[in-house]
């Protein structure tokens, strides 16, 4: 069992920077690869990245590339997902999640096994 717990949304301007963390429990953190997702009022809760727990390799969703950078401190049990020059676009509740194994796309919500509760990002124009 893996519980996570996401932090560090907030309203913010565009332009500015924000960084999520997401602190999970539990001794095998480093076997789980780590997502982050978001889901805006009145849309499907869609990927944003990922770091893969073998490689430390990391992918993006395209909307939000070169703008966001995910990381992980193994010591820690903590993900992270620092966004640069945020849009008002880019407003979404934010939710990490943890996938142990599969063959289900790892850009998909059906391919992690545990969710956070997610954390209220509001990027104002």
């Known amino acids: 069992q893996v519980q996570l717990v996401e932090s560090g949304g907030g309203l913010v301007q565009t332009g500015d920077s924000l960084r999520l963390s997401c602190a999970a429990s539990?001794?095998?953190?480093?076997?789980?690869?780590m997502g982050w997702f978001r889901q805006a009022p009145g849309k499907e809760r869609e990927f944003v990245a990922v770091?893969?727990?073998?490689?430390?390799?990391?992918s993006y969703a395209d909307s939000v590339k070169g703008r966001f950078t995910i990381s992980r401190d193994v010591a820690k049990n903590t993900v992270y997902l620092q966004m640069n020059s945020l849009k008002p676009e880019d407003t979404a509740v934010y939710y990490c999640?943890?996938?142990?194994?599969?063959?289900?796309?790892?850009?998909?919500?059906?391919?992690?096994?545990?969710w956070g509760q997610g954390t209220q990002v509001t990027v104002a124009s």
């Open positions: 770091i893969r727990a073998s490689s430390g390799s990391t």
């Open positions: 539990g001794r095998t953190f480093s076997s789980y690869s």
């Open positions: 999640a943890a996938r142990s194994s599969g063959f289900i796309w790892e850009a998909t919500v059906a391919a992690y096994d545990y």
